[in-house]
């Protein structure tokens, strides 16, 4: 589970395991960088981890590269990267996505805090070597369904959620040297970890108002193989959701202290 110590006067929650480049900087000091969010539609939003970002003291870089923003050469001025999902694929041709899945090279290398949700856990993936791919069967997750944390991932964290919610039709591979976190049914690789990234497939960021919005827009994805109508994505929604939100607010205030404390302090300079 996660060490619990206290910062001036507050209770800060920790990764355990690996050891860091450099003392962890306390989540007070992280908070004065903002966290770079790469998101790649016009109306996305980072939702619900954005909020808990905000509530914990950061600022929002959005960066959408689909439509022109470059992302930077390093991180020294961000506590951290997040790419999100989209209705792309981390297989297609175009440029905006093979620059992205080049860039995360510059977190791996400084050995930044970043997250990948969706595609963006499907981004990692394949940066790491690994094989993306539909599943064989044509099978899809589109709405809630049930993962089980592995030893590893119950070491990162006690409490996960049962069930979580899902919007895609590919998965990956674990990739080479990959830490499983959690697995699950059609799609085995849940959650994953290599170093400080971390790849989640299914979406902890969406909110109320996105779920609207995504099975309203995408009505026609309720179709497809394995997806659950739609008044299942809300029904379940109200049993699961609690769990799903106080395990996210958990994994971020880990997740942020993963900044080596060294360069917290040249950024403060």
């Known amino acids: 589970m996660f060490q619990s110590g206290k910062i001036n006067g507050e209770n800060v929650l920790r990764f355990?395991?690996?050891?860091?480049?450099?003392?962890?900087?306390?989540?007070?000091a992280v908070s004065l960088l903002p966290v770079l969010i790469v998101l790649h539609q016009e109306t996305s939003t980072p939702g619900r981890v954005g909020n808990a970002l905000r509530a914990l003291?950061?600022?929002?870089?959005?960066?959408?590269?689909?439509?022109?923003?470059?992302?930077?050469?390093?991180?020294?001025d961000h506590a951290g990267a997040i790419i999100f999902g989209g209705p792309?694929?981390?297989?297609?041709?175009?440029?905006?996505?093979?620059?992205?899945?080049?860039?995360i090279a510059v977190p791996l290398r400084e050995q930044r805090p970043l997250l990948g949700i969706c595609l963006g856990a499907q981004m990692l993936a394949m940066q790491l070597g690994a094989r993306v791919a539909p599943h064989p069967e044509g099978r899809t997750e589109i709405?809630?369904?049930?993962?089980?944390?592995?030893p590893a991932g119950l070491a990162l964290?006690?409490?996960?959620?049962?069930?979580v919610y899902h919007w895609h039709r590919e998965g990956f591979e674990l990739p080479r040297g990959a830490e499983l976190l959690a697995e699950g049914g059609d799609f085995p690789i849940q959650a994953f970890q290599s170093g400080h990234a971390f790849g989640f497939q299914f979406h902890p960021d969406v909110t109320y108002a996105m779920m609207h919005r995504w099975?309203?827009?995408?009505?026609?994805?309720?179709?497809?193989?394995?997806?659950?109508?739609?008044?299942?994505?809300?029904?379940?929604?109200?049993?699961h959701d609690v769990a799903e939100r106080a395990w996210l607010?958990?994994?971020?205030?880990?997740?942020l202290v993963r900044m080596p404390l060294s360069m917290m302090s040249e950024?403060?300079?």
């Open 16 to 28: 355990p395991g690996r050891a860091a480049a450099a003392p962890l900087a306390p989540v007070a």
């Open 57 to 76: 003291g950061h600022g929002l870089d959005i960066r959408r590269p689909r439509f022109g923003d470059a992302l930077p050469e390093t991180l020294d």
């Open 88 to 103: 792309m694929s981390a297989n297609d041709p175009d440029d905006f996505v093979r620059r992205e899945i080049d860039w």
């Open 143 to 150: 709405g809630y369904y049930p993962i089980r944390p592995t």
């Open 157 to 163: 964290c006690q409490h996960w959620p049962d069930h």
């Open 215 to 239: 099975t309203t827009r995408g009505h026609e994805r309720l179709e497809s193989p394995g997806a659950r109508p739609r008044h299942h994505h809300f029904a379940d929604r109200a049993i």
């Open 249 to 255: 607010k958990a994994f971020l205030d880990g997740w």
């Open 267 to 269: 950024a403060a300079e």
